[in-house]
């Protein structure tokens, strides 16, 4: 079974600061997928990469999959408070599985 | 885009009782979907894999005959939780896919929070 290491698990920052998350494994995915949940709400998802060394942007978050498809980060640029909320990395759960596997999961608190 | 409605939001139940979430793909065919747990603070855990017209594969830990799931067509499967007992209490989401895979990313339901009293 493929683990998920996500850190930190819990992060504060005033408005405007820049942050970074980290998802690791020490299995090969074939593609990972990064979620923001709000309390009470079920996860929505960011964005999907598939490649290795891929680079995507959506506004002011930018997510990169690692050459060896083993690691994927998440930056936040000048962080608002409306980037409040858990955001959670996952992958397919197994080589021909279907279902996710999640992370921990970051909890990030943005005051302003 | 691919919707999945979870109903009901929140249900609060007495002890020994039973209950029924529903989870609906209203714009796609969903031969799959997927039940998690969550409890507070905590990450998503795969709790079974729905499959339309066959049984339900559950992972290690979780007991088939509690949480039952019925995928009775292409855009319905119900968990139901049966003798609910507080430890149940819990947030319950499901997912489905319209793609071809993991690979592609998920739709998620907005959750059920069951409080077993």
């Known amino acids: 079974t493929q683990l998920l290491e996500q850190s930190p698990q819990f992060l504060s920052i005033q408005e405007g600061e820049n942050l970074t998350v980290y998802c690791n494994s020490s299995?090969?995915?074939?593609?990972l997928q990064w979620y923001r949940q709000e309390p009470g709400e079920g996860p929505v998802l960011l964005v999907t990469?598939?490649?290795?060394?891929e680079v995507k942007k959506l506004k002011r978050l930018t997510f990169q999959f690692g050459d060896a498809r083993k690691d994927s980060s998440l930056h936040i640029t000048a962080a608002q408070p409306g980037d409040t909320g858990l955001y959670l990395c996952?992958?397919?759960?197994?080589?021909?599985?279907?279902?996710?596997?999640f992370g921990k999961g970051t909890t990030l608190s943005v005051s302003s | 885009g691919a919707v999945v409605s979870q109903h009901p939001s929140w249900v609060i139940c007495k002890s020994g009782t039973s209950v029924k979430i529903e989870c609906r793909s209203l714009?796609?065919?969903?031969?799959?979907m997927f039940w998690y747990r969550q409890f507070p603070k905590q990450s998503l855990m795969l709790m079974a894999t729905?499959?339309?017209?066959?049984?339900?594969?559950?992972e290690q830990g979780v007991e088939k005959d509690k949480f039952l799931i019925n995928h009775a067509s292409l855009t319905l499967s119900t968990l139901t939780v049966t003798s609910a007992h507080p430890e149940d209490s819990s947030f319950y989401i499901c997912?489905?896919?319209?793609?071809?895979?993991?690979?592609?990313?998920?739709?998620f339901g907005s959750g059920t929070r069951l409080t077993v009293v």
């Open positions: 990469v598939v490649t290795g060394g």
């Open positions: 299995s090969v995915f074939s593609s």
């Open positions: 714009d796609f065919q969903a031969t799959t």
């Open positions: 997912s489905a896919s319209n793609s071809k895979g993991a690979g592609y990313g998920y739709t």
């Open positions: 729905s499959n339309e017209g066959s049984k339900a594969t559950y």
């Open positions: 996952a992958g397919p759960i197994n080589q021909a599985g279907t279902a996710l596997i």
